[in-house]
């Protein structure tokens, strides 16, 4: 069953169980940033699209992985910020089908631990805030907890510490509860819930 968590300020944050929540909501990503090009797409047994230029993309607000055909004509380059909404695309044609970490290219394995990097450096404001109204999953367990490195004695730290004011950065969260490298761990989480089976997600979306 999935599972809202309201942050004290009213900010919705998600731990999701078997992706119910974002099915409901039909969340879909705008933006995707390209991990790799395949000029005539992926050879496999399940793939029919084996002749279009195709690139392998992740989403820009919960990292989903996906496989899209290009425009005749488009030229992309790795990392490259791309439009894939439901408005007028100028270079992609349409999107192919969800993947799974497994299902990436080698290159995409190797461009996607850098880029996820990128892209928490660069939405600070919004990590910061999960570390400002996380909440409890259960009597027992908080979502603070599925991070790497972050037990029962670290989360308690920082649950004191954005109740005596809210964090403003990643320096303040490490600063103020001993924690460190802030992006790091959010990074790893990502990455986890991308690469494994998780039955609980905090950032992404199942296939």
């Known amino acids: 069953m999935a599972r ?23 969340v879909y990503e705008e933006h995707a940033y390209v991990l790799d090009f395949l000029p005539y797409g992926r050879s496999s047994e399940k793939s029919r ?4 230029p195709t690139v392998q993309i992740m989403g820009e607000q ?48 190797a461009e996607i631990v850098p880029l996820i990097a990128e892209l928490v450096k660069s939405q600070e404001k919004r ?20 991070l790497p490195g972050v037990g029962k004695k670290s989360m308690w730290q920082i649950v004191n510490m954005r109740e005596r004011k ?17 992006p790091k761990i959010v990074s790893k989480r ?6 494994t089976e998780s039955k609980y997600r905090l950032f992404t979306r199942t296939v």
């Open 4 to 26: 809202e968590l309201l942050g004290e300020r009213g900010g919705l944050f998600l731990a999701i169980h078997e992706d119910e929540y974002l099915q409901k909501r039909h």
């Open 127 to 146: 990590f910061v805030e999960f570390f400002n109204n996380s909440q409890p999953v259960t009597p027992r367990m908080h979502s603070l907890e599925w």
């Open 190 to 195: 990502i990455m986890e819930e991308l690469s």
């Open 62 to 109: 919960f990292f989903t992985l996906l496989e899209a055909e290009l425009k005749i004509g488009a030229t992309v380059l790795v990392h490259e910020r791309i439009y894939i909404g439901r408005e007028r695309r100028e270079k992609v044609d349409r999107i192919l089908t969800r993947i799974s970490y497994d299902q990436l290219t080698a290159n995409a394995k």
């Open 49 to 52: 699209h084996l002749a279009v």
């Open 166 to 182: 809210p964090f403003t950065s990643y320096k303040d969260i490490q600063e103020r509860t001993g924690l460190s490298d802030i």
